[in-house]
């Protein structure tokens, strides 16, 4: 089956550092999202990108799917940003079931 | 709705009790999706609809374990007899077209936590 990677799977911040998190994956994916899942559970859409770059505030996304990896990058962070971060995609050629990573869990301290 | 609506939002029951966990996409979604987060863990997929079909239903870990769905929005989870290793937080998400070959982003709800006692 498909290999998924994420890393670092644990990270200290100090507020105001900024960060890559990075997910690889060993197959060819139809789609790729990544989500926040804050301390109470909610997973939380931050980007759907199979492909190129996207930049919401302090968070962009980059997917190089001919490399198969993509990166999350955190600017300026904030406490709020702790949690776990999550990439997942579904594999072409299958229904879209996600497969997930398994998971950056972000700690940002002041 | 504006988002993925799930009820209950948490749920504690004997063992051996039936339980029904229920999931109201986002209007006009016509994939729907259920997922399973135990303690600790990443979530692993159960089942798949598109529309009233499930045309996957491989992550269902057991025979005790059944979903369906009605009229193309509103999916049940029905878990029979739980056990112990049942309790997790089930997660249900809704995508707009879904097939093979096609990607859409997956909205997920605020999830069911489910403890067996």
């Known amino acids: 089956g498909i290999q998924v990677e994420q890393s670092p799977p644990d990270l200290i911040l100090q507020e105001g550092a900024n960060s890559t998190l990075r997910c690889n994956f060993s197959d060819s994916v139809n789609n790729l999202q990544w989500f926040h899942q804050n301390p109470w559970g909610q997973l939380i859409n931050l980007f759907y990108?199979?492909?190129g770059t996207k930049q919401n505030g302090r968070l962009s996304a980059t997917t190089v799917a001919t490399e198969r990896y993509s990166l999350l990058y955190i600017s300026s962070s904030q406490t709020t940003d702790s949690g776990v971060y999550f990439c997942?995609?579904?594999?072409?050629?299958?229904?879209?079931?996600?497969?997930f990573g398994t998971g950056t869990r972000l700690q940002v301290t002041l | 709705g504006a988002g993925v609506s799930q009820s209950p939002s948490n749920k504690v029951t004997e063992k051996g009790k039936d339980v029904e966990l229920r999931c109201d996409p986002i209007s006009g979604h016509t994939a729907l999706y259920w997922y399973r987060q135990s303690l600790g863990q990443g979530l692993e997929f159960l089942i798949y609809?598109?529309?009233?079909?499930?045309?996957?239903k491989s992550g269902l870990p057991s025979d005790r374990f059944s979903a369906e769905r009605t009229g193309g929005s509103v999916s049940t989870l029905t878990i029979q007899r739980t056990q112990q290793e049942d309790s997790a937080v089930y997660l249900c998400?809704?995508?707009?077209?879904?097939?093979?070959?096609?990607?859409?982003?997956?909205?997920f709800g605020d999830g069911t936590r489910l403890s067996i006692l």
């Open positions: 990108i199979p492909s």
């Open positions: 998400a809704s995508s707009l077209v879904s097939g093979t070959g096609a990607g859409q982003p997956q909205h």
């Open positions: 609809f598109q529309g009233n079909s499930a045309p996957d």
């Open positions: 997942a995609f579904a594999i072409t050629g299958t229904a879209s079931k996600l497969t």
